[in-house]
């Protein structure tokens, strides 16, 4: 099992940047899969980015590409996303996940087995 603590969200004007950190707990943090996923007001769940358990495979959403990042530091047991350009409609609770039964990337939200408490996101236009 791993615990995931998300980090790093706050407010900030459109255009600005922001950068969430997801600490995990637990020795298996370097083989699992991982991600981020945001969830908005009255709107689905969203993958937004996924990393393999090295960090050279990503992937991302459509409105993610070109402005968000997503990296990981395994001898840290950290999780990173990068935000740039926000928009009003990147504004979400953003979850860290961890996908216990895989180690390559990890494209659908319903996969990932283990989330963190999410950190609130708000980019004001």
């Known amino acids: 099992q791993v615990q995931l603590v998300d980090s790093g969200g706050g407010l900030v004007q459109a255009g600005g940047s922001l950068r969430l950190s997801c600490a995990a707990s637990g020795r298996t943090f370097s083989s699992y899969a991982m991600g981020w996923i945001r969830q908005a007001p009255v709107k689905g769940r969203e993958l937004i980015a996924a990393?393999?358990?090295?960090?050279?495979?990503?992937y991302y959403a459509d409105s993610a590409k070109g402005r968000f990042t997503i990296a990981r530091d395994n001898p840290k047991n950290t999780l990173y996303l990068q935000m740039n350009s926000l928009k009003p409609e990147d504004t979400a609770v953003y979850y860290c996940?961890?996908?216990?039964?895989?180690?390559?990337?990890?494209?659908?939200?319903?996969?990932?087995?283990?989330w963190g408490q999410g950190t609130q996101v708000t980019v004001s236009s």
């Open positions: 996940a961890a996908d216990g039964q895989s180690s390559i990337v990890t494209t659908e939200a319903v996969e990932y087995d283990y």
């Open positions: 990393i393999n358990w090295s960090g050279d495979v990503k």
